[in-house]
């Protein structure tokens, strides 16, 4: 790690590690290798959501109940409503409700800010910077993959250029490609912004031209909404955020033809949908959420749950729904009292972010922006299994760890 920040420099962080906390990184690089891991396209196992959930648990039982953490009252709140809603609405057992539920509330317990002290804000910080130390490089390698013809997409994805891109480069799906490249284009951006380093800029492009291949173009506008955003925050006088974001935006346009190519994949999928006669499956899905919520707004209809006689589709066999968005889907699910909490709890990070004096402050209010766009439109906030679910709360935690920046 010490090698690479002499070729990629980076600003100094808060919570800084010492010798004392080997163990401590070895477990965060551990978590974050295999979440990672388990959405590469060419792995020929899943590491378990079980022993993932244990590996998270030991996480928080070592360095946040064992040494002494404060629990964070917001989180105990949204915890105690779950569990209540899921009581109340008793969803069909098929979707696994109290499951998932406890799955979500273990994840959250190790990288959302639930459990507050110097080890857990340490864990999450150096776990955050092991997803990026991976996520760069493997979306760099996409790029260079696209070129060479070498596509790790899974069977199941690789025709229906309706459900998404056909290029996932080293992942499963392009729709795993496109966040965690576009992340990857926020960090890199953010990185150069600060330090200034040619690597950096490269990294730069490289993530957000592998981003534009996978055709998802929720991924590409939340990447555009995330490194404005950094911008924005990172500056205090108004006249230089203006100027800067006149300049970047003279050389995207006069530097049009050269990275419209890699635009393609977008334009195929937008005329695939028009012609199917209906603007994606999203918008059936959006609908859907609408109605659910319709019919119960208060508690909705059950956490990781949907309407069984609804328009939407589900597995009947394990339960997996695809919600098509995040923030409809907390409406649905939790209803209008679990969408204030969620609100409450993006809200309270993002600000958190942005009243931080440290150069992180402005990537992940930036991070937190791209988030709140990008979650409009796919649904993987309540998923506890999913690497995107994972790597939005470490966002989310770390965002909310900065305000004790300054006193750690």
């Known amino acids: 790690m010490r090698g690479l920040t002499r070729i990629f420099p980076l600003p100094l962080s808060p919570f800084q590690l010492s010798k004392a906390d080997k163990g401590l990184m070895l477990l965060s690089f551990t978590l974050a290798f295999c979440e990672l891991f388990n959405i590469l396209g060419f792995s020929t196992f899943k590491i378990n959501n079980v022993l993932?959930?244990?590996?998270?648990?030991?996480?928080?039982?070592?360095?946040?109940?064992?040494?002494?953490?404060?629990?964070?009252?917001?989180?105990?709140?949204?915890?105690?409503?779950?569990?209540?809603?899921?009581a109340l609405t008793n969803p069909p057992a098929v979707f696994q409700s109290w499951l998932r539920l406890g799955l979500f509330v273990v994840?959250?317990?190790?990288?959302?800010?639930?459990?507050?002290?110097?080890?857990m804000r340490k864990f999450r910080m150096q776990c955050f910077k092991y997803v990026m130390l991976l996520g760069v490089p493997l979306s760099v390698i996409s790029f260079a993959?696209?070129?060479?013809?070498?596509?790790?997409?899974?069977?199941?994805?690789?025709?229906?250029?309706?459900?998404?891109?056909v290029f996932s480069?080293?992942?499963?799906?392009?729709?795993?490609?496109?966040?965690?490249?576009?992340?990857?284009?926020?960090?890199?951006?953010?990185a150069y912004y600060n330090t200034k380093s040619k690597w950096w800029i490269v990294l730069f492009v490289l993530c957000i031209g592998v981003c534009m291949f996978s055709s998802s173009r929720s991924a590409v506008y939340g990447a555009a909404v995330g490194c404005m955003s950094i911008m924005l925050f990172a500056n205090r006088g108004t006249g230089k955020r203006i100027r800067q974001m006149l300049v970047v935006g003279i050389v995207a346009c006069a530097t049009f033809p050269l990275w419209q190519g890699a635009l393609t994949g977008i334009n195929q999928k937008n005329a695939a949908n028009?012609?199917?006669?209906?603007?994606?499956?999203?918008?059936?899905?959006?609908?859907?959420?609408?109605?659910?919520?319709?019919?119960s707004p208060v508690f909705g209809v059950g956490f990781a749950a949907i309407n069984p006689h609804g328009r939407d589709a589900y597995n009947p066999r394990t339960g997996v729904v695809e919600p098509g968005s995040s923030w409809l889907a907390v409406l649905s699910m939790t209803g209008v009292l679990g969408f204030m909490f969620m609100l409450a709890i993006y809200v309270n990070a993002f600000f958190a972010a942005?009243?931080?004096?440290?150069?992180?402050?402005?990537?992940?209010?930036?991070?937190i922006a791209y988030l709140a766009f990008h979650e409009l439109f796919e649904g993987y906030m309540l998923a506890a299994g999913s690497a995107l679910c994972f790597i939005s709360w470490l966002i989310i935690g770390v965002a909310s760890d900065l305000k004790y920046a300054e006193t750690d």
């Open 145 to 165: 993959c696209y070129f060479l013809g070498i596509n790790f997409i899974w069977s199941d994805f690789s025709h229906d250029v309706t459900v998404g891109g």
């Open 354 to 367: 942005k009243r931080c004096a440290s150069e992180y402050g402005a990537l992940f209010a930036g991070l």
């Open 169 to 190: 480069g080293l992942f499963q799906n392009s729709m795993l490609l496109g966040p965690v490249s576009a992340v990857s284009s926020c960090y890199s951006f953010w």
């Open 107 to 119: 994840l959250l317990l190790c990288v959302a800010p639930v459990l507050q002290n110097k080890a």
């Open 52 to 86: 993932m959930a244990c590996l998270m648990a030991v996480s928080s039982l070592i360095y946040g109940l064992f040494r002494g953490a404060r629990f964070n009252g917001l989180y105990i709140l949204y915890f105690v409503y779950l569990f209540i809603n899921v």
């Open 274 to 295: 028009e012609l199917m006669g209906e603007y994606g499956s999203r918008t059936e899905k959006f609908e859907a959420r609408i109605e659910e919520f319709g019919s």
